[in-house]
Protein backbone atom coordinates (compact mmCIF):
# COMPACT_ATOMS: atom_id res chain seq x y z
CA UNK A 1 0.00 0.00 0.00
CA UNK A 2 1.25 3.55 -0.75
CA UNK A 3 2.28 5.56 1.76
CA UNK A 4 3.34 9.31 2.51
CA UNK A 5 6.85 9.05 3.07
CA UNK A 6 8.52 11.90 5.81
CA UNK A 7 12.16 12.51 6.91
CA UNK A 8 14.03 12.70 9.21
CA UNK A 9 11.60 11.18 11.71
CA UNK A 10 13.03 13.28 14.85
CA UNK A 11 15.06 16.35 14.99
CA UNK A 12 16.54 18.14 18.06
CA UNK A 13 18.20 21.11 17.28
CA UNK A 14 19.34 24.18 19.16
CA UNK A 15 16.99 27.68 18.92
CA UNK A 16 18.14 30.23 16.10
CA UNK A 17 18.99 27.12 13.79
CA UNK A 18 17.74 26.22 10.32
CA UNK A 19 15.87 23.18 10.48
CA UNK A 20 14.09 21.48 7.03
CA UNK A 21 11.60 18.70 6.88
CA UNK A 22 11.02 17.01 4.00
CA UNK A 23 7.81 15.18 2.33
CA UNK A 24 7.13 12.43 -0.51
CA UNK A 25 3.30 12.27 -0.74
CA UNK A 26 1.76 9.04 -2.57
CA UNK A 27 2.24 8.95 -6.02
CA UNK A 28 -0.20 10.98 -8.54
CA UNK A 29 -1.82 12.92 -5.17
CA UNK A 30 -2.05 16.51 -6.70
CA UNK A 31 -2.56 18.11 -3.36
CA UNK A 32 -0.22 18.13 -0.43
CA UNK A 33 -0.64 19.24 3.25
CA UNK A 34 1.91 20.41 6.01
CA UNK A 35 0.36 20.26 9.19
CA UNK A 36 1.72 21.06 12.77
CA UNK A 37 0.47 19.07 15.90
CA UNK A 38 1.22 20.16 19.60
CA UNK A 39 1.57 17.47 22.16
CA UNK A 40 -2.08 17.65 23.10
CA UNK A 41 -3.87 18.96 20.37
CA UNK A 42 -5.34 17.94 17.17
CA UNK A 43 -3.16 18.81 14.10
CA UNK A 44 -3.59 22.01 12.44
CA UNK A 45 -2.66 22.88 8.82
CA UNK A 46 0.27 25.03 7.72
CA UNK A 47 0.34 25.20 4.31
CA UNK A 48 -1.41 23.43 1.32
CA UNK A 49 -0.17 22.72 -2.08
CA UNK A 50 -2.29 22.25 -5.42
CA UNK A 51 0.71 20.76 -7.73
CA UNK A 52 3.37 23.28 -7.20
CA UNK A 53 1.00 26.18 -6.01
CA UNK A 54 0.47 27.36 -2.17
CA UNK A 55 -3.47 27.17 -2.02
CA UNK A 56 -3.39 28.65 1.11
CA UNK A 57 -0.39 29.78 3.81
CA UNK A 58 -2.70 31.84 6.18
CA UNK A 59 -1.56 29.93 9.44
CA UNK A 60 2.31 29.78 8.23
CA UNK A 61 4.44 32.16 10.19
CA UNK A 62 5.80 33.78 7.00
CA UNK A 63 8.64 35.43 9.10
CA UNK A 64 10.41 32.01 9.70
CA UNK A 65 8.83 29.35 7.98
CA UNK A 66 8.87 28.65 4.65
CA UNK A 67 7.46 25.73 1.98
CA UNK A 68 8.36 24.66 -1.17
CA UNK A 69 6.62 21.83 -3.69
CA UNK A 70 9.19 22.94 -7.35
CA UNK A 71 7.91 19.93 -9.21
CA UNK A 72 4.93 19.59 -7.58
CA UNK A 73 6.16 16.30 -6.06
CA UNK A 74 8.04 16.28 -2.75
CA UNK A 75 7.94 18.71 -0.55
CA UNK A 76 10.48 20.98 1.76
CA UNK A 77 9.10 22.90 4.86
CA UNK A 78 12.28 24.42 6.65
CA UNK A 79 12.18 27.00 9.87
CA UNK A 80 14.60 29.47 9.94
CA UNK A 81 15.20 30.61 12.64
CA UNK A 82 13.98 27.98 15.23
CA UNK A 83 12.26 28.90 18.27
CA UNK A 84 11.25 26.84 21.77
CA UNK A 85 8.08 27.24 20.87
CA UNK A 86 8.42 25.70 17.51
CA UNK A 87 8.94 21.89 19.22
CA UNK A 88 5.85 19.82 17.98
CA UNK A 89 5.01 17.28 15.41
CA UNK A 90 5.15 18.30 12.13
CA UNK A 91 3.03 16.07 10.02
CA UNK A 92 2.33 15.77 5.97
CA UNK A 93 -0.65 14.58 4.37
CA UNK A 94 -1.96 14.06 0.23
CA UNK A 95 -4.79 13.68 -1.37
CA UNK A 96 -5.37 12.54 -4.75
CA UNK A 97 -6.98 16.11 -5.74
CA UNK A 98 -8.47 18.94 -3.66
CA UNK A 99 -12.11 18.41 -3.06
CA UNK A 100 -12.60 18.90 0.41
CA UNK A 101 -14.51 15.47 0.90
CA UNK A 102 -11.14 13.95 0.05
CA UNK A 103 -9.49 11.51 2.46
CA UNK A 104 -6.25 12.77 3.59
CA UNK A 105 -3.61 10.47 3.68
CA UNK A 106 -1.08 10.85 6.43
CA UNK A 107 2.97 10.16 6.55
CA UNK A 108 4.56 9.23 9.99
CA UNK A 109 5.61 12.53 10.81
CA UNK A 110 9.01 14.49 11.92
CA UNK A 111 8.85 14.98 15.54
CA UNK A 112 11.44 18.36 16.39
CA UNK A 113 12.86 19.17 19.36
CA UNK A 114 13.86 22.84 19.71
CA UNK A 115 16.75 23.27 23.00
CA UNK B 1 -13.63 31.20 14.44
CA UNK B 2 -14.51 27.76 13.20
CA UNK B 3 -14.28 25.11 15.80
CA UNK B 4 -14.48 21.62 16.33
CA UNK B 5 -14.79 20.83 20.33
CA UNK B 6 -14.10 16.91 21.12
CA UNK B 7 -15.37 16.77 25.18
CA UNK B 8 -13.74 13.87 26.38
CA UNK B 9 -9.88 13.98 26.42
CA UNK B 10 -9.23 10.80 28.06
CA UNK B 11 -11.56 7.45 28.17
CA UNK B 12 -11.00 4.85 29.75
CA UNK B 13 -12.83 1.53 29.18
CA UNK B 14 -12.98 -2.60 29.47
CA UNK B 15 -13.46 -4.73 26.72
CA UNK B 16 -16.77 -5.61 25.34
CA UNK B 17 -18.13 -1.71 26.91
CA UNK B 18 -20.04 0.78 24.08
CA UNK B 19 -18.20 3.78 23.09
CA UNK B 20 -19.64 6.98 22.25
CA UNK B 21 -17.13 10.07 21.85
CA UNK B 22 -18.83 13.18 21.23
CA UNK B 23 -18.12 15.97 18.50
CA UNK B 24 -19.25 19.61 17.87
CA UNK B 25 -18.41 22.19 15.45
CA UNK B 26 -19.07 25.49 15.09
CA UNK B 27 -19.91 26.27 11.03
CA UNK B 28 -22.98 26.98 9.32
CA UNK B 29 -23.30 25.82 6.46
CA UNK B 30 -22.61 22.65 4.26
CA UNK B 31 -19.80 20.76 6.31
CA UNK B 32 -17.66 17.17 5.39
CA UNK B 33 -17.29 15.81 8.52
CA UNK B 34 -14.03 13.32 9.57
CA UNK B 35 -13.13 10.61 12.02
CA UNK B 36 -9.73 10.03 11.73
CA UNK B 37 -7.66 7.44 14.52
CA UNK B 38 -3.83 7.29 15.23
CA UNK B 39 -2.91 3.47 16.78
CA UNK B 40 0.01 4.04 18.93
CA UNK B 41 2.93 3.89 16.81
CA UNK B 42 1.39 4.21 13.54
CA UNK B 43 -0.13 7.32 11.45
CA UNK B 44 -3.47 9.09 11.46
CA UNK B 45 -5.37 7.19 9.70
CA UNK B 46 -8.96 7.64 8.28
CA UNK B 47 -11.82 5.78 9.96
CA UNK B 48 -14.83 7.13 8.59
CA UNK B 49 -16.53 10.21 7.37
CA UNK B 50 -19.61 11.89 5.99
CA UNK B 51 -20.61 14.49 3.51
CA UNK B 52 -23.89 13.38 1.68
CA UNK B 53 -26.75 11.09 2.19
CA UNK B 54 -27.50 8.77 5.10
CA UNK B 55 -26.42 10.63 7.98
CA UNK B 56 -25.81 7.70 10.12
CA UNK B 57 -22.62 6.54 8.34
CA UNK B 58 -20.01 3.09 8.92
CA UNK B 59 -16.49 2.98 9.07
CA UNK B 60 -13.70 0.44 9.26
CA UNK B 61 -13.49 -2.07 12.60
CA UNK B 62 -16.99 -1.59 13.24
CA UNK B 63 -17.15 2.05 13.75
CA UNK B 64 -20.12 4.01 13.42
CA UNK B 65 -21.06 7.74 13.58
CA UNK B 66 -24.35 9.57 13.17
CA UNK B 67 -24.47 13.13 11.93
CA UNK B 68 -26.67 15.29 13.38
CA UNK B 69 -27.31 18.68 11.61
CA UNK B 70 -29.22 20.42 14.05
CA UNK B 71 -27.37 19.52 17.07
CA UNK B 72 -23.73 20.73 15.10
CA UNK B 73 -22.70 16.72 15.99
CA UNK B 74 -21.05 13.88 14.77
CA UNK B 75 -20.61 11.56 17.74
CA UNK B 76 -18.73 8.31 17.62
CA UNK B 77 -19.69 4.96 18.39
CA UNK B 78 -19.10 1.29 18.81
CA UNK B 79 -20.97 -1.35 20.86
CA UNK B 80 -18.03 -3.06 21.99
CA UNK B 81 -14.68 -1.89 22.07
CA UNK B 82 -11.68 -4.56 22.18
CA UNK B 83 -8.28 -3.63 23.93
CA UNK B 84 -7.45 -2.83 20.04
CA UNK B 85 -9.08 0.25 19.65
CA UNK B 86 -6.89 1.56 22.04
CA UNK B 87 -5.81 4.96 20.21
CA UNK B 88 -6.32 8.67 19.65
CA UNK B 89 -9.71 10.07 18.30
CA UNK B 90 -9.46 13.06 15.81
CA UNK B 91 -12.90 14.90 15.01
CA UNK B 92 -12.38 17.09 11.88
CA UNK B 93 -14.50 18.87 9.90
CA UNK B 94 -14.26 21.45 6.54
CA UNK B 95 -16.85 23.19 4.63
CA UNK B 96 -17.77 22.05 0.73
CA UNK B 97 -15.72 24.84 -0.59
CA UNK B 98 -11.99 24.82 -0.63
CA UNK B 99 -11.41 25.33 3.29
CA UNK B 100 -8.99 23.97 5.89
CA UNK B 101 -9.64 20.85 7.66
CA UNK B 102 -10.18 21.55 11.11
CA UNK B 103 -8.91 19.22 13.84
CA UNK B 104 -10.27 18.93 17.57
CA UNK B 105 -8.22 18.52 20.01
CA UNK B 106 -9.04 14.45 20.32
CA UNK B 107 -10.03 11.78 22.17
CA UNK B 108 -7.55 9.29 24.27
CA UNK B 109 -9.49 6.14 24.38
CA UNK B 110 -7.56 3.20 26.53
CA UNK B 111 -9.55 0.30 26.66
CA UNK B 112 -8.50 -2.79 29.53
CA UNK B 113 -9.22 -6.19 29.95
Known amino acids: EAEVAQSPRYKITEKSQAVAFWCDPI?????LYWYRQILGQGPELLVQ????????DSQLPKDRFSAERLKGVDSTLKIQPAELGDSAMYLC?????????????FGPGTRLLVL | AQSVSQHNHHVILSEAASLELGCNYS??????LFWYVQYPGQHLQLLLK??????LVKGIKGFEAEFIKSKFSFNLRKPSVQWSDTAEYFC???????????FGKGTRLSVIA
Open chain 1, 93 to 105: ASTLSYQPQETQY
Open chain 1, 27 to 31: SGHAT
Open chain 1, 49 to 56: FQDESVVD
Open chain 2, 27 to 32: YGGTVN
Open chain 2, 50 to 55: YFSGDP
Open chain 2, 92 to 102: AVNLSGNTPLV
